[in-house]
């Protein structure tokens, strides 16, 4: 459902040479899996989705979702895409019931199938009680509720989320992550991107882990910790990142630009984050 060959996107930089965000990265996301892109910021994990998601061009190489190309059929391609964010914007003016029918005319629903479907998102996503309010009186909570919907209401065979759970409570949480196994049960095919490591272990049937760009390990959590004889996704990546590993890489905000692995107790919501930032996508 998901095809990545050899893709690299470079941006320029203040200095002159580019940087490659994305480096010769190469995976498959099959239909009924969750696949989950892990990695450290800084390493290629949004530019990767914005790229399968029409929002920015590759520098090289071919990205495909459900046998379209990308770039070559860009809408088409986003016709099979949900894409859900932590930060994508809503019409602050519309409801979540009035919201839900424009995207489902966006997306060519006719009006019997887009009435059947808000109603059906709304039941299943809890949405009752603020399904008529202004998206602009919403809280976080209920924006990122109502943004899948958003992502569902044309039920697209795909999904690509990045960072779908940040800094909701976790009633939300449960919710959302109830949602995205119910899809992957559906027979969708899901590519995830979290720093949240307890939730990658929980929800992904493989992982890839990134790192500068590339793809430095593959497989389910069984053989990754096969691979490395480590437990944690934490220590997994640690463990083979070991060589090339950056300065400022940091698994925790207490080791913060030291280059250190985590203290044993250190929550796995922590893994995975760093200090450098990924360059900023342009269109």
């Known amino acids: 459902m998901i095809e990545v060959h050899d893709l690299v996107k470079a941006f320029p930089t203040a200095s002159g040479p580019e940087k490659q965000a ?47 190309d990308v770039t070559r059929e860009p809408l088409a391609a986003k016709r099979a895409i949900g894409f859900l964010t932590a930060n994508t914007g809503l019409y602050q003016r519309l409801s979540p019931r009035e919201l839900l029918p424009y995207f489902g005319e966006l997306c060519g629903l006719d009006r019997s199938t887009i009435a059947r479907r808000t109603e059906e998102l709304i039941d299943f996503l809890g949405m009752r009680d603020f399904a008529d309010l202004r998206c602009g009186a919403l809280s976080t909570g209920q924006k990122q509720r109502t943004n899948i919907a958003r992502a569902l209401v044309a039920d697209p065979p795909i999904l690509i989320l990045d960072e779908p ?40 049937d493989r992982i890839g882990l990134l790192h500068q760009g590339k793809l430095v390990a593959e497989g389910d959590l069984s053989a990754l910790r096969a691979q490395t004889g480590r437990e944690r996704l934490t220590d997994i990546f640690l463990a083979l990142v070991s060589d090339t590993l950056a300065p400022t890489f940091d698994a925790g905000s207490a080791n913060e630009g030291t280059g250190e692995a985590p203290e044993p107790e250190a929550p796995a919501r922590d893994l995975l984050e760093s200090t450098a930032p990924e360059p900023e996508a342009r269109p």
């Open 22 to 68: 994305v480096a010769g990265l190469s995976f498959q996301v099959y239909a009924g899996e969750i696949y989950g892109l892990l990695g450290p910021n800084g390493a290629g994990k949004t530019t990767t989705l914005r790229v399968l998601s029409g929002l920015i061009a590759p520098s090289a190489g071919r990205a495909l979702v459900n046998g379209v």
């Open 165 to 204: 759970t940040l800094g909701l409570d976790v009633l939300t949480n449960r919710v959302i992550l109830d949602f995205i196994r119910r899809e992957r049960d559906h027979g969708k095919a899901i590519l995830l991107s979290t720093h949240y490591l307890d939730e990658a272990e929980s929800l992904c």
